[in-house]
């Protein structure tokens, strides 16, 4: 233990609880508060049970152990622990980042649906200094968390200027106001679902497993090597649109779609497909879908090969910009993890 600090059981030094649970049915989309679940905000409510911000601990579910923080004047539902510390004792920032840094695994119960309640998490022994030094150490973290916050919405604004420069060379591909040829889906892209894999075939392998969401496994084995467009086919994710390389397996939650490289580039398609919005071609199913069939009559906009290729080049330029602020996020999240380890654990 660190000098001058001291150990305390968590429910000595805070007042651990869960508040009443409003059902979906009681949230009103026009609510004047927000409503806190599990995983943060999911919706609103005309009345609100705790006007002071909490520090809220996930205590259900697969992502059991989050830590959130609820804005003042919010309804906090009961799938979400609250946390409230004696400030005496215990700053709110103080406490937001100790939670975050502790290992929980031995709090967390139930195997088929993970939980925490208070009878677990009371008694779970934590390290407290001084609130002077409690101050110092938030005031790291907090430099360091705003760093990584600030190069994120860097990469956001990059994305957007991506956009809007497809916007600008091209014009809405919904509408085609700027005039461009157009010919329907099925003439100039064939889409091909990839091969079935169940989670427990899922092994300790070396290559990607992609579905609707991006990488979901690793499996010993790949049914695609080269550079592909891939479409969500089933689900949420459905509609969701990516650019991926190298060995890979594709799952048949997923399309593999095929185009004519004299026609359009990869860079284009990717940002045409993904302006388009695929996922409102979706059933309203409760695992929605989104069929071949149902995107074939779909207008697709042929600009001019000049205009992708110089398009493709812009985009280049960002990507690479996007690459090094990637490079430093990783960086000052390793020198975060770092920090959190050394005041923590």
């Known amino acids: 233990m660190k000098e001058g600090w001291e150990y305390k059981r968590l429910g000595e030094v805070c007042n651990i609880y869960q508040p009443k649970t409003l059902s979906s049915k009681e949230l009103v989309e026009d609510g004047k508060y927000l409503v806190y679940g599990a995983n943060g905000v999911i919706g609103k409510y005309n009345s609100y049970n705790h006007e002071s911000s909490e520090v809220l601990m996930t205590c259900r579910g697969a992502t ?43 709090v967390i119960t139930g195997a088929a649906q ?24 938030v005031d790291e973290l907090d430099l360091l968390s705003s760093i990584i916050e600030k190069k994120k919405a860097q990469l956001n604004e990059l994305d957007n200027l991506a956009q809007s420069l497809f916007y600008e060379m091209f014009g809405d591909p919904i509408t085609n106001d700027k005039g461009w040829e157009v010919r329907k889906l099925n003439d100039i892209y064939k889409l091909k ?25 690793y499996h ?93 080049s812009k985009i280049e330029t960002i990507e690479h910009q996007k690459e090094l602020i990637r490079k430093s996020i990783k960086e000052v999240e390793t020198l975060y993890n770092s920090r959190m380890d050394f005041w923590f654990n």
Request: glycine share 8%; aromatic share 12%; charged share 15%.
């Open 220 to 312: 010993n084995a790949y049914n695609m090597n080269g550079d592909f467009i891939i479409i969500g086919r089933v689900g949420a994710y459905c509609g969701n649109v990516r650019y991926v390389k190298g060995l890979f397996w594709l799952t048949d939650n997923a399309f593999q779609l095929f185009f004519d490289a004299n026609i359009q580039t990869p860079v284009f398609v990717l940002y045409l497909l993904t302006l388009l919005d695929l996922h409102r071609f979706a059933n309203e199913a409760a695992q929605p879908v989104i069929s071949n069939k149902t995107l074939r009559d779909l207008d697709i906009i042929i600009p001019t090969m000049e205009m992708q290729k110089l398009f493709a």
């Open 193 to 217: 679902s990839g091969d079935g894999l169940s989670a427990k075939n899922f092994v300790e392998g070396i290559y990607p497993v992609y579905g609707g969401n991006g990488i979901s496994g």
């Open 114 to 137: 993970p939980q925490i309640t208070r009878q677990s998490l009371a008694p779970k022994k934590i390290a407290i200094p001084s609130l002077s030094e409690q101050q110092h150490i």
């Open 64 to 106: 059991c152990g989050t830590i959130n923080v609820s804005k003042p004047y919010s309804w906090i539902n009961g799938n979400a622990m609250v946390v409230h510390p004696q400030h005496n004792i215990l700053s709110q920032n103080f406490l937001f980042y100790l939670l975050k840094g502790l290992d929980l695994s031995d």
